[in-house]
């Protein structure tokens, strides 16, 4: 064999031994990798086995304190102050005098509305005696008696008018500032004081219209205001006939006991108001929430793998949610680490 030959064949030999060797590293290292893929090892995260559970619903709102009854104290008629009857920021009872406009007119009107009157009334008397005798006609009797029931009227009217030169409380409570002295000239317009009933007070509020079924009259709830440490308690006493289509709520009011003054009308409440008892309730703590675009999700274990579920919730406290559809007694719950975690993730779960 010629010498060439023999190179040429020891270079093929040699050229085939590489490309064997470097095949055989390449299928060592993608089953090495295979290897490392397969082996991922599972998440460690905790959970929990759902179970049902007794929770009484409470729906937290906000209302407004209102006085039980209130009024615009005014006159209602014109007129000069004669006499202010009450101090500022005092308690007045049901028909006390609060002040008297000057009804030295009037009673000049009255007394000779009375006399048109009283003549009327003889006037009266007489066309009937005569028209007994027949000595008048039916018609001029009845002119007569007309005149004497129109003096009576007018007399009526006076007597009206000056009883309202008296402005009495129309309620007990308590009075507030005034705003006129003695001889300010009052009319109709002016505010001359505040009177309020704070023996109780209401409490005004709405509350969404997926409640409104459970709402009852004479259900208890329990407020607070700001400033003041102190849990009170009300009843509710009317309920609106129809939802208000604007905000999809529904109105109510409560009543409270304030005979020991600590609740200002025109402030704030913040309400717990009482729901239905839920006896298979399943809550679940608020850290295992993840908010989505489309609402609320969890994470559960099944088979060693975690899986995403949609949830719905309701009412919440300080630590847990109500879920209402999504998840069921029984269910492994994951709680710590669920940010981390995608669909069929593999996962240790350590249970509390």
């Known amino acids: 064999m010629k010498p060439k030959y023999i190179i040429y064949l020891l270079l093929s030999i040699v050229l085939g031994g590489l490309i064997f060797y470097r095949i055989s590293e390449?299928?060592?290292?993608?089953?090495?990798?295979?290897?490392?893929?397969?082996?991922?090892?599972?998440?460690?995260?905790?959970?929990?086995v759902l179970k049902p559970r007794v929770f009484s619903d409470n729906l937290s709102l906000s209302g407004s304190i209102d006085a039980n009854e209130q009024v615009e104290i005014r006159s209602e008629v014109s007129g000069i102050v004669e006499s202010i009857n009450f101090d500022e920021g005092t308690f007045v009872t049901q028909g006390q005098q609060l002040f008297k406009i000057n009804d030295v007119e009037l009673r000049a009107q009255l007394s000779q509305a009375?006399?048109?009157?009283?003549?009327?009334?003889?006037?009266?008397?007489?066309?009937?005696?005569?028209l007994a005798k027949e000595a008048i006609s039916q018609e001029e009797y009845d002119v007569a008696s007309a005149d004497f029931r129109s003096a009576k009227a007018q007399t009526q009217l006076i007597q009206a008018q000056i009883a309202k030169t008296s402005v009495k409380a129309p309620f007990s409570g308590k009075i507030g500032l005034r705003s006129i002295s003695k001889g300010t000239y009052v009319t109709p317009t002016i505010i001359v004081a505040n009177l309020v009933n704070t023996s109780q007070v209401k409490i005004t509020f709405s509350i969404p219209e997926k409640y409104a079924t459970q709402m009852k009259i004479n259900t208890g709830i329990s407020f607070s205001v700001a400033g003041s440490k102190d849990t009170f308690a009300a009843k509710i006493y009317a309920i609106e006939p129809g939802?208000?289509?604007?905000?999809?709520?529904?109105?109510?009011?409560?009543?409270?006991?304030?005979?020991?003054?600590?609740?200002?009308?025109?402030?704030?409440?913040?309400?717990?108001?009482?729901?239905?008892?839920?006896?298979?309730?399943?809550?679940?703590?608020?850290?295992?929430?993840?908010p989505v675009q489309n609402g609320k999700k969890v994470f559960v274990s099944v088979n060693?793998?975690?899986?995403e579920v949609m949830v719905e919730t309701g009412a919440r406290?300080?630590?847990?949610?109500?879920?209402?559809?999504?998840?069921?007694?029984g269910d492994t719950l994951l709680t710590s680490g669920v940010m981390m975690l995608k669909e069929d993730s593999p996962v240790k779960v350590n249970l509390k």
């Open 243 to 290: 939802i208000e289509v604007d905000t999809r709520t529904l109105k109510m009011r409560a009543i409270a006991n304030n005979s020991d003054g600590k609740l200002i009308p025109g402030t704030f409440a913040s309400i717990a108001l009482p729901l239905d008892k839920i006896n298979d309730a399943i809550l679940v703590p608020t850290e295992a929430l993840i």
């Open 26 to 48: 390449n299928k060592q290292k993608e089953g090495g990798g295979k290897e490392k893929g397969g082996d991922k090892k599972p998440a460690k995260v905790s959970g929990i």
């Open 317 to 329: 406290t300080d630590k847990e949610v109500l879920v209402l559809s999504g998840l069921k007694a």
């Open 304 to 307: 060693g793998k975690a899986k």
């Open 114 to 130: 009375k006399t048109k009157q009283a003549l009327a009334s003889e006037n009266e008397r007489r066309a009937r005696l005569l």
